[in-house]
């Protein structure tokens, strides 16, 4: 009997201690992958305080608010505090069909992420970024059997694909590294003036 318990006692350690060491490698799977998600986050945004403004979803402006946070940058509720205004000109997430299978029933999707931009000065309102946008797409197979797991799977996907829109947004802010200023703007109209050379020459004078 004590041999019987000895080695039932011995067995419960030794699976206690394997517990206790897949829980310490989850959480530290789990903090590990949470500090490279903040290194991916992690850019050199050279201004401190940014007002958001323009159309965009809830998870959008939830998802810029936390990497600004990861940066250091403040978002500001005015924008007279602001350094930089950055504007989501649009927002849009849809799916479009990839393909169909030979009795014409949809085999496949593709989802579609996009935003639409651009950053000013709040000060002068000279744009710091013009107009741009950052365009994703995956491509997911489709089952008519199993609607319910493809709608979860769509969800997952443009969650991730937000979150990688974002961190191309951080990076698109943090080249820029100077504020326009109004003498930035003369120089560049001056550096575009069309040119007088094609002028007709003034007539001679008749006088002698």
């Known amino acids: 009997m004590k ?3 000895t080695t039932h006692s011995a ?6 201690g394997g517990g206790l060491s897949l829980i310490v490698l989850a959480t530290t799977a789990s903090v590990m992958a949470g ?7 992690k850019v050199d945004l050279p201004y401190k305080s940014l007002f958001l403004t323009g159309t965009l979803t809830p998870e959008l402006r939830d998802e810029i608010e936390m990497l600004l946070r990861v940066n250091n940058v403040e978002l500001v509720k005015t924008i007279k505090d602001a350094e930089l205004v950055l504007e989501i000109i649009s927002e849009q997430n849809a799916r479009q069909v990839l393909s169909y299978n030979t009795s014409g029933q949809i085999t496949a999707y593709r989802i579609i992420s996009r935003i639409v931009f651009r950053a000013f000065d709040p000060v ?3 744009e710091a970024m013009p107009e741009s ?3 994703l797409t995956r491509d997911i197979d489709f089952n008519q059997s199993n609607i319910q797991a493809f709608d979860q799977q769509v969800a997952e996907f ?3 694909m937000r979150s990688d829109i974002v961190s191309q947004l951080m990076r698109r802010l943090a080249s820029i590294k100077k504020l326009p200023t109004e003498a930035d703007l003369l120089k560049k109209n001056s550096s575009v003036a069309p040119s007088n050379s ?3 020459p003034a007539a001679p004078d ?3």
């Open 133 to 135: 946008d950052i365009f």
């Open 198 to 200: 094609s002028a007709k």
């Open 158 to 160: 443009v969650k991730a």
């Open 124 to 126: 002068n309102g000279l």
């Open 206 to 208: 008749s006088k002698k």
């Open 3 to 5: 041999k019987t318990i």
């Open 11 to 16: 067995s419960r350690r030794s699976w206690l």
């Open 35 to 41: 500090c490279a998600w903040r290194m991916r986050g």
